[in-house]
């Protein structure tokens, strides 16, 4: 639990320093894929082992099934620091018969006064790290590197022998994770988005080396997610202060509503942007207050008139290739949809 409330203090105090012009916090929900790292166990081995345990020709082929796949959720809670890095708490369970039996097997067993078999198996895993991430228009890529634990159990209490069973029986392992990958987002509103695919290397640390001769002391395991990100927090917020460029060029603010901005002179050149409006053309396009215009499709912008002047020979509605800087420093693109003026 200290590791938690470390965690939850460290995201606390990034928080403070949270840009205004990102959320502040993104909560995610939905679907998740598990594909599990047998170390090599399949149904054939399974079948194997069983004739050399118990004679050969106990366990005929296709005795055993192994299923490597699990369906399930996955949740995570993110924290913004800036434009670019954030931190994560990731949360994900999954759901399997990781071993199945025929049915010449389950008659067998039941002869035998033993019923209840296969079991189920659950899979949990909680993980925090950093994640990096860039608005790119609708589309946010991002990439995270999380550590925790992964802990799986098997619930045997449905198991009984002669007809008896013990309630509440679970066999479970707790192991060290962590897990590598990234994903896309894409806007659907102003605080809404889907999350159109998360895919993780799961790394756990399961060690049944010592009971299973063969079985490697680790798992390469592979995690796939989808779903919905609601955002929440302060971003793209047109009531604060109006900034004023600094130096000779010092001028108002002016409105380029097709963009949903208002301009100012920067000092650089170019029309940096004062404030945004939340639904606006730029805002959904991934550009941010402090960010220059400096082109727009072929044509150079040094002032906010330059830019008002070549935005007002293209008809609402169309598509136009924009050019700036990031806080007057990265030089990046994106294609905007013009608003109505």
């Given at each position: 639990?200290?590791?938690?409330?470390?965690?939850?203090?460290?995201?606390?105090?990034?928080?403070?320093?949270?840009?205004q012009?990102?959320?502040?916090?993104?909560?995610?929900?939905?679907?998740?894929y598990?594909?599990?790292?047998?170390e090599g166990?399949?149904?054939s081995?399974?079948?194997?082992?069983?004739?050399?345990?118990?004679?050969?020709?106990?366990?005929?082929?296709?005795?055993?099934?192994?299923?490597?796949?699990?369906?399930?959720?996955n949740?995570?809670a993110?924290?913004?620091?800036?434009?670019?890095?954030?931190?994560?708490?990731?949360?994900?369970?999954?759901y399997?018969?990781?071993v199945?039996?025929?049915?010449?097997?389950?008659?067998?067993?039941?002869?035998?006064g033993i019923?209840?078999?296969?079991?189920?198996?659950?899979?949990y895993?909680?993980?925090?790290?950093?994640?990096?991430?860039?608005?790119?228009?609708?589309?946010?890529?991002?990439a995270?590197?999380?550590?925790?634990?992964?802990?799986?159990?098997?619930?045997?209490?449905n198991?009984?022998?002669?007809?008896i069973?013990?309630p509440?029986?679970?066999?479970?392992?707790?192991?060290?994770?962590m897990?590598?990958?990234?994903?896309?987002?894409?806007?659907l509103?102003?605080?809404?988005?889907?999350?159109?695919?998360?895919?993780?290397?799961l790394?756990?640390?399961?060690?049944?080396?010592?009971?299973?001769?063969?079985?490697?002391?680790?798992?390469?395991?592979?995690?796939?997610?989808?779903?919905?990100?609601?955002?929440f927090?302060?971003?793209?917020?047109?009531?604060?202060?109006?900034?004023?460029?600094?130096g000779?060029?010092?001028?108002?603010?002016?409105?380029?509503?097709?963009?949903?901005?208002?301009?100012?002179?920067?000092?650089?050149?170019?029309?940096?942007?004062?404030?945004?409006?939340?639904?606006?053309?730029?805002?959904?396009?991934?550009?941010?207050?402090?960010?220059?215009?400096?082109?727009?499709?072929?044509?150079?912008?040094?002032?906010?008139?330059e830019?008002?002047?070549?935005?007002?020979?293209?008809?609402?509605?169309?598509?136009?290739?924009?050019?700036?800087?990031?806080?007057?420093?990265?030089?990046?693109?994106?294609?905007?949809?013009?608003?109505?003026?």
């Open positions: 639990m200290r590791h938690v409330y470390a965690c939850l203090l460290l995201c606390s105090a990034l928080s403070a320093f949270a840009q012009d990102v959320p502040k916090a993104e909560v995610f929900g939905g679907y998740s598990l594909h599990i790292d047998t166990v399949t149904g081995t399974l079948d194997t082992d069983c004739n050399s345990l118990l004679g050969a020709g106990t366990c005929p082929p296709g005795s055993f099934g192994v299923h490597p796949s699990a369906n399930g959720w949740a995570s993110q924290l913004n620091a800036t434009r670019f890095l954030g931190i994560k708490a990731d949360f994900s369970g999954h399997n018969t990781p199945t039996i025929s049915p010449q097997i389950t008659n067998s067993l039941t002869q035998l019923t209840g078999l296969p079991p189920k198996a659950t899979s895993s909680y993980l925090f790290g950093p994640v990096i991430f860039q608005s790119k228009g609708r589309y946010k890529p991002f995270h590197a999380l550590f925790g634990q992964n802990s799986i159990g098997t619930n045997l209490s198991v009984k022998v002669g007809g069973g013990i509440g029986l679970t066999v479970s392992d707790t192991a060290f994770a897990a590598f990958g990234g994903g896309v987002d894409v806007k509103s102003g605080r809404i988005a889907l999350r159109a695919g998360q895919v993780d290397y790394y756990t640390k399961h060690d049944f080396s010592s009971g299973v001769p063969g079985v490697a002391s680790h798992q390469n395991n592979l995690r796939a997610s989808v779903g919905i990100v609601f955002q927090g302060a971003a793209h917020q047109m009531e604060t202060p109006q900034p004023q460029a600094h000779a060029h010092a001028t108002a603010a002016i409105p380029i509503r097709t963009l949903g901005v208002y301009v100012v002179q920067a000092d650089s050149g170019g029309a940096q942007i004062a404030e945004l409006s939340p639904h606006g053309a730029a805002a959904l396009a991934g550009l941010h207050p402090g960010d220059i215009i400096n082109t727009v499709n072929e044509s150079k912008v040094k002032s906010p008139t830019l008002a002047s070549v935005l007002s020979t293209i008809a609402p509605g169309s598509k136009v290739r924009i050019v700036f800087a990031i806080h007057g420093e990265w030089q990046s693109e994106a294609t905007v949809t013009l608003g109505n003026p």
